[in-house]
C-alpha cells in the first residue's frame, strides 16, 4: 500500500513557504502588475476584460479560495462569503484572518455590491446575476465546471467537470495576480498525485461504484457531468450512473438499488461530518439490501470532496486508502 504522510497540497505549501525553487515573494509577485493588464480571459462562455490587476477580491463558496491558495495568491482575498462551514484543507490557515459573510447562503445583491469588491471569484449560482455585477464595475470570474445559469442570457452547464477545471485556474489565477511560479509548480505536483493515484489502480478489481448524498428529504446521484465522473476512474471504479448527463440527479432509493454498486462514496453537507452521511443513506427504506452497504464499501467524504476546489484531488488519497481497505 502506498503511504501517504501529508495532503498534496500541504506539501506544495511546505515547498513554497520553505523558499525551495524560484517561488516569488510577496513583493515581486506584483512586479509587473501594468504590463499584464487590460488582460481578457474567457469565463462560462463569455469574455471578462480585466483592465487592471484586482484592488479588493471577494470569493463566493469554498472553491475558490483554495485555488487562489494553490495559486500562491491567497493574501490578495480581502472578504469571503457562502462558504457554508466547508473545510479548505490545507488552505484553511490562510483565510483564518479574512472576514467572513453571509457564511451559509449566496450574499445578496445588495451585500455583494456593498462589499465594493472590483473581482468576485467563485461558484456561478450566485443571487446576483453577472449582468448586475458588470453594471456596476464588478468583474466576475467564476469558478471551471461551476457555471451555473440563471437566465437565458447567462452562462451555461452541464459541459462536465475535469480535473483539468482545476489546473487551468489555478494557472489562470496565478498569471492574474503575478504568481505563475507558485501556480505551475503546484499543477505539477497535483498531475503527479493524479498519476501517481491511477498507476495505484491499474489492475484492480472491477469495481461499480456510485456516488451519493443523502440530504434531509431527498437522495442524489451524481452523473457524468460531475467532477466524481473523474474521481471514481481515477480510482479505477465504474460509475453505475455514468449515463446521466447532468452533475446530479435526485432518485428514490429503488433506483439506487436497481443498478446496486459494490461500492458507495458517500458525502455529507458542506462542512458536515461524514458518518452523518452515511447514518442517513442507512435510513433509508430497503437500503439495507444494497451491496456496499452490507459488505461495508463505504466511503464517508465530506461534499466538498465531490464539488470543486482543489480538494477533488487533495482528498483523493484519502479515498484511495479507504478503498485499498477493501481488499
Given amino acids: 500500500m502506498m503511504g501517504r504522510t501529508m495532503s498534496p497540497l500541504l506539501l506544495v505549501c511546505v515547498l513554497v513557504l520553505s523558499g525551495c525553487g524560484d517561488a516569488p515573494t510577496a513583493d515581486s509577485a506584483t512586479e509587473g502588475g501594468a504590463e499584464r493588464f487590460p488582460m481578457t480571459v474567457e469565463t462560462c462562455g463569455r469574455e471578462v476584460t480585466l483592465e487592471r490587476e484586482p484592488a479588493r477580491v471577494m470569493t463566493v463558496g469554498a472553491e475558490a479560495p483554495t485555488l487562489l491558495w494553490a495559486a500562491g495568491a491567497a493574501d490578495e482575498v480581502d472578504v469571503r462569503a457562502a462558504d457554508f462551514g466547508s473545510p479548505l484543507g490545507a488552505a484553511e490557515a490562510a483565510f483564518e484572518n479574512v472576514p467572513l459573510i453571509s457564511p451559509d447562503e449566496s450574499p445578496s445583491k445588495e451585500v455583494t455590491i456593498g462589499q465594493e469588491p472590483d473581482l468576485l ?80 489502480f491499474q489492475g484492480a478489481p472491477g469495481r461499480t461504484a456510485a456516488v451519493v448524498a443523502a440530504y434531509p428529504g431527498h437522495l442524489s446521484v451524481y452523473g457524468q457531468a460531475s467532477i466524481s465522473q473523474v474521481q471514481l476512474k481515477t480510482l479505477g471504479l465504474t460509475n453505475v450512473f455514468a449515463d446521466v448527463d447532468q452533475r446530479y440527479i435526485e432518485l428514490s432509493v429503488e433506483e439506487l438499488l436497481a443498478r446496486d ?5 458517500v458525502a455529507s ?9 452515511v447514518q442517513r443513506v442507512r435510513e433509508l427504506p430497503g437500503a439495507g439490501r444494497l451491496t456496499a452497504l452490507r459488505e461495508g464499501h463505504i466511503v464517508p467524504v465530506d461534499g466538498q470532496t465531490i464539488i470543486g476546489g482543489t480538494q477533488p484531488i487533495e482528498k483523493l488519497d484519502d479515498m484511495a486508502d479507504t478503498l485499498a481497505g477493501f481488499g
Avoid: M
Wanted: with cysteine.
Fill in 121 to 200: 471569484l467563485g461558484y456561478g449560482l450566485t443571487t446576483t446575476p453577472w449582468q448586475d455585477l458588470d453594471a456596476v464595475g464588478i468583474d466576475q470570474i467564476v469558478v471551471s465546471g461551476q457555471c451555473d445559469s440563471r437566465d437565458d442570457d447567462g452562462p451555461t452547464l452541464d459541459r462536465g467537470a475535469s480535473f483539468q477545471d482545476i489546473y487551468d485556474d489555478i494557472e489562470l489565477y496565478g498569471r492574474i495576480f503575478g504568481t505563475e511560479n507558485v501556480a505551475t509548480r503546484a499543477v505539477a505536483y497535483l498531475r503527479e498525485r493524479v498519476a501517481a493515484i491511477e498507476e495505484r
Fill in 261 to 265: 454498486p459494490d461500492v458507495l462514496i
Fill in 269 to 277: 453537507e458542506h462542512g458536515g461530518i461524514p458518518d452523518v452521511g
